[in-house]
Structure formats: structure tokens, C-alpha cells
């Protein structure tokens, strides 16, 4: 059973900083890996999608890595914001017939102006 | 716009008052699902369908029922409500989960007292 770790749980940075947000997994056999952002009381906005024959994608400030082998995704966050300030989670697609998905429980993120 | 559309947004039911949740997509998705969000569990599948009348369990089924008569259209059913299903629930769509992710709606916060 796929299981999905986001560390850390909530993590402060000044304005301005870089930040790395980390997804582990334990099943390698991963269709792809999508990160999401989710404001209090709010939807899922679909960030990044990784897929299993990619290394990488990215969005702007935004920089998502995949190593299957490793079992690890990785948010690059550049030059944070304010406005940055949510939850961030990563969800694992695998076979099963169904596409599975397994979520992480994210990581909250406050950027300090 | 493309999107997801749940209503209600906020719904408070009394124990045992049956009551559905809609979520409808107009995006001529196949694969539509639901979620429930609780604090340090994260998200968790409830149901989900590939299809037109094509329908299984997620991680979370019982006290839940689905129906997927239309393509756009996918009700959460919950016959007899329980303190327990007390959660923000979520509806999800992709045209197929393996290549393309997922787009969430807006969420429903279900109290039940």
C-alpha cells in the first residue's frame, strides 16, 4: 500500500528566502506525482504534474522534481511570497486499475514579509 | 470556465437526516471521485467512478453512497448522517488520472450534530 510522507509538517521563512518542500513515497511504481496548494477552508489548486518518465517540471517560481528511485518529490519554492503562505501537498498516482491516488498531509507554509 | 461545482458550500444536518452533496464538472471529464479532509489524516478516498454507471470504493466507503447516471454528475449520498462524517469533503475529476492529475472543487464543509 502506497504510503505518502510530507516533512516538514509546517515550516516558517522570511520573504525572499528559497525553500525546498519534500514528498516521500513508498511504492516506486508511480504513474506521476502532482502538487497541490490549498488555502484555509479552500479547494485543491493543482500546481505541478510530474509524470513517471519525467524528471521534472516548472511553473514560474515553481520547481517540482520526481526520483522513483529514491522514492522523493521535491517543491522548489524561488524568491518566496507573502502570498506563498498555504498548504502544500503531493499526491501519488499508481496502478491498480483505478489509478489509485494517495495524498500526503502537506505542509504548511507561512512566508514572513 | 473549466470546473468543478459542488454545492453546498457549508451544510449543517441533524444525525440520521439524509442528504446529498452534488458535484458536477464541464469539463466532459470520465473519472470523477470524492474526498474527505481531516486534520492529521489528510485526504481520503470516499468513492469513485471511471465512467457512466461505473462506480467502486475508495479507502473510506461506509455511510457513503454514489450514483454516476450522467457523465457531468457525481452525488454524494449520505443516508443516515453520523457525527463521525463531520468533514470537508471534496470532488475531484480528470480525463484520466494517469497523464493528466486532477482538478478539485471548492470543497463542502458537512457538520453533523
Known amino acids: 500500500k502506497q504510503e505518502v510522507t510530507q516533512i516538514p509538517a509546517a515550516l516558517s521563512v522570511p520573504e525572499g528566502e528559497n525553500l525546498v518542500l519534500n514528498c516521500s513515497f513508498t511504492?516506486?511504481?508511480?504513474?506521476?506525482l502532482q502538487w497541490f496548494r490549498q488555502d484555509p477552508g479552500k479547494g485543491l489548486t493543482s500546481l505541478l504534474l510530474?509524470?513517471?518518465?519525467?524528471r521534472e517540471q516548472t511553473s514560474g517560481r515553481l520547481n517540482a522534481s520526481l526520483d522513483k528511485s529514491s522514492g522523493r518529490s521535491t517543491l522548489y519554492i524561488a524568491a518566496s511570497q507573502p502570498g506563498d503562505s498555504a498548504t502544500y501537498l503531493c499526491?501519488?498516482?499508481?496502478?491498480?486499475?483505478?489509478?489509485?491516488?494517495?495524498f500526503g498531509i502537506g505542509t504548511k507554509l507561512q512566508v514572513i514579509p | 470556465e473549466a470546473q468543478v461545482t459542488q454545492n453546498p458550500r457549508y451544510l449543517i444536518t441533524v444525525t440520521g437526516k439524509k442528504l446529498t452533496v452534488t458535484c458536477s464538472q464541464n469539463m466532459n471529464h470520465e473519472y470523477m471521485s470524492w474526498y474527505r479532509q481531516d486534520p492529521g489524516l489528510g485526504l481520503r478516498q470516499i468513492y469513485y467512478?471511471?465512467?457512466?454507471?461505473?462506480?467502486d470504493k475508495g479507502d473510506v466507503p461506509e455511510g457513503y453512497k454514489v450514483s454516476r447516471k450522467e457523465k457531468r454528475n457525481f452525488p454524494l449520498i449520505l443516508e443516515s448522517p453520523s457525527p463521525n462524517q463531520t468533514s470537508l469533503y471534496f470532488c475531484?475529476?480528470?480525463?484520466?488520472?494517469?497523464?493528466?492529475?486532477?482538478?478539485f472543487g471548492s470543497g463542502t464543509r458537512l457538520t453533523v450534530v
Open positions: 511504492d516506486s511504481a508511480i504513474y506521476n
Open positions: 499526491a501519488g498516482s499508481n496502478s491498480g486499475g483505478y489509478q489509485k491516488v494517495t
Open positions: 467512478s471511471m465512467n457512466v454507471e461505473v462506480t
Open positions: 475531484a475529476s480528470s480525463p484520466g488520472p494517469q497523464y493528466y492529475g486532477y482538478t
Open positions: 510530474i509524470q513517471s518518465s519525467q
